[in-house]
């Protein structure tokens, strides 16, 4: 019942750091999303994948990269990190459109 | 493409008080509806969902009714307790039909903190 994990959960980077946040989950979902929450804001999508191998960018994308080379796995790449990218990263999968999203505990970073 | 507008809060309540929080939206055709629950440190957890017009959500003693009326779809539960204390978040399909991939659009949150 592991559902979605994500890794780590706790960051600091310093500017111009690069990192990889995990994303994994064992449901056998063919959606995948990374979204990101900043104090008061909601939840902006960063990128999607609708399956292994298919990925595309969200409202927010600048400054990440993804890659999805399994159905159970969507990392979040970021290259060169920015104050602006200081957020709570969640993770979050869906078995079609319309059944909603089971989300990981999210990984919260800080830029400094 | 579809937009939601959520109360702004904070919402403070006391034990077994009545709990109502608003979500309107605009949308294309009639999309599923979803509220959402963050609990403190938490990820989000999908609470309840009406997937058309006149539906009713239900989950935990939390109910939502799906208004193509007034493009609502808001949260109401009786009886609130200590542990109902989070942030409720209402999403909706950013596009109509089978364009959206199951992206989702959120309201901003509702905090609500309930005291004894």
Redesign the interface.
Known sequence: NAGVTQTPKFRILKIGQSMTLQCTQDMNHNYMYWYRQDPGMGLKLIYYSVGAGITDKGEVPNGYNVSRSTTEDFPLRLELAAPSQTSVYFCASSRDQGYGYTFGSGTRLTVV | GNSVTQMEGPVTLSEEAFLTINCTYTATGYP?L?W?VQYPG?????LL?A?KADDKGSNKGFEATYRKETTSFHLEKGSVQVSDSAVY?CAL??NAG?T?????T????TILTVHP
Do not use: A, C, R
């Not at chain 2, 959206?100 to 989702?104: E, F, I, M, T």
């Not at chain 2, 959120?106 to 949150?109: P, S």
């Open positions: 599923s979803f959402y938490e990820g989000l957890q999908l969902k997937t978040f399909p950013v089978g959206s991939y199951g992206k989702l959120f309201g901003q949150g």
